[in-house]
């Protein structure tokens, strides 16, 4: 249960960010209501009671022209559950025309810290996975962090969640691009932690840059036709944001313009199909790019 919190720094938008609650407790979306309402930058603007009532809210919402720009969904609740209501919903989101601004984000809310709902969550496209049991702050910027297209993880998920994901934590990658024979490769970057909610870390990563890479393998690896399709500047911009950098310090490493560097972003995300960064990140570990 949420009680009111303090307003926090938030940066100023034309329009609040569009909120819906589903939860099946009545007493539940009540308290998160009060504590969503109570920063100027977010809006409730539809709840309901279950994962069927949730899509139909949606696509009501969608053909008025308001559909809501973040989901706040429990896992458990009868008729359908929240994973399920969360795929369809994003397959509907996905057949819509609409800026990223206007994409739907969802995150999974849960009791429960049950290893095989955080799984669930991330394959079904939910952009953050939280316990109930969040502090109110914590749960307000999560709300701002995937309306920016990024993700966030509860703390104590993070780490369970790479070692079932991620089996290149644990053995030698199928592939990993490899310095063309004409020239040697520096030694691999070591890279900062990727941060979670709550400023938890994931392992750190190591990645080799573009420029002394190639995709020359034995073998397939996973989503290699996906991420041949990426330009060499694209191929670099994967590998930072698989060290956990944010676009002001792409920009920064790189010598680009923000401007520049959100469109290579969005480019990549694209070309992947991933919804957001964190499902980049964990394209990056499982071809090898990133380990």
Do not use: W
């Amino acid at each position: 249960m949420y009680s009111s919190a303090p307003q926090t720094s938030a940066p100023q938008t034309t329009q609040p960010i569009r909120v819906m609650l589903v939860d099946d407790q009545r007493l539940v979306r009540g308290g998160l209501s009060m504590l969503v309402n109570s920063q100027p930058d977010l809006q409730i603007v539809m709840e309901a009671d279950d994962g069927l009532a949730a899509i139909d809210v949606f696509d009501r919402m969608v053909s008025e022209g308001q559909a809501p720009q973040v989901i706040l969904m429990d896992v458990r609740m009868p008729h359908c559950d929240g994973l399920e209501a969360a795929r369809r919903i994003l397959e509907r989101d996905g057949e819509r025309e609409v800026s990223e601004d206007e994409r739907v984000r969802i995150i999974m809310l849960t009791t429960f810290d049950i290893d095989e709902y955080v799984y669930s969550a991330v394959r079904a496209g939910a952009s953050g996975f939280l316990l109930k049991d969040t502090p109110p702050e914590q749960l307000l910027e999560a709300i701002r962090t995937v309306h920016r297209g990024d993700a966030v993880i509860a703390p104590s998920a993070t780490r369970r969640l790479l070692e079932q994901m991620i089996p290149v934590l644990d053995s030698p990658a199928p592939v990993v691009p490899t310095a063309p024979a004409a020239e040697s490769a520096p030694a691999a970057e070591s890279a900062p932690a990727i941060p979670s909610a709550a400023g938890s870390e994931l392992p750190k990563a190591t990645f080799i840059p573009a420029e002394h890479a190639s995709f020359e393998t034995v073998q397939d690896y996973p989503h290699r036709e996906l991420i041949e399709q990426l330009s060499p500047r694209e191929f670099e911009v994967l590998g930072l944001i698989a060290r956990g950098l944010s676009n002001a310090e792409i920009t920064r490493e790189l010598v680009l313009s923000e401007a520049t560097v959100k469109t290579h972003v969005s480019h990549v995300l694209a070309k992947l199909g991933a919804r957001d960064r964190v499902q980049a990140v964990i394209m990056a570990y499982e071809a090898g790019i990133a380990h």
